[in-house]
């Protein structure tokens, strides 16, 4: 069975930076992609960015190409998210995202993710 923690949440100021990351552990982290959604209130969970078992494929949302940066180290069995020039649109619960799958088709949406962390809140003030 797969876990996922997330960590390094909290409240910024537009513009600001977080540095979010996610502890693999249960299963062998190389055999999965993985990724990151958000979910704000009343809104559908989205993606948000993904990167494949050995990062040589990184996937973003229109929203965030330019400011959000998605990394893996599979040695440390952790993926991050580096979040920069934050905006107010991008207040949410993010969560960590794991695959079994490395086509995009499926690992940039819900319905294609196998296993979920509980999630760490992000909200940026204006």
């Known amino acids: 069975q797969v876990q996922l923690v997330e960590s390094g949440g909290g409240l910024v100021q537009a513009g600001g930076s977080l540095l979010l990351s996610c502890a693999f552990s249960g299963r062998t982290f190389s055999f999965f992609s993985m990724g990151w959604f958000r979910q704000a209130p009343g809104k559908e969970r989205e993606f948000v960015a993904a990167i494949t078992r050995t990062g040589g494929r990184i996937y973003s949302a229109n929203s965030v190409k330019g400011r959000f940066t998605i990394f893996r180290d599979n040695a440390a069995r952790t993926l991050t998210l580096q979040m920069n020039s934050l905006k107010p649109e991008d207040t949410a619960v993010y969560y960590c995202?794991?695959?079994?799958?490395?086509?995009?088709?499926?690992?940039?949406?819900?319905?294609?993710?196998?296993?979920w962390g509980q999630g760490t809140q992000v909200t940026v003030s204006s």
């Open positions: 995202a794991a695959a079994e799958s490395d086509d995009p088709r499926s690992l940039t949406v819900v319905a294609g993710i196998d296993y």
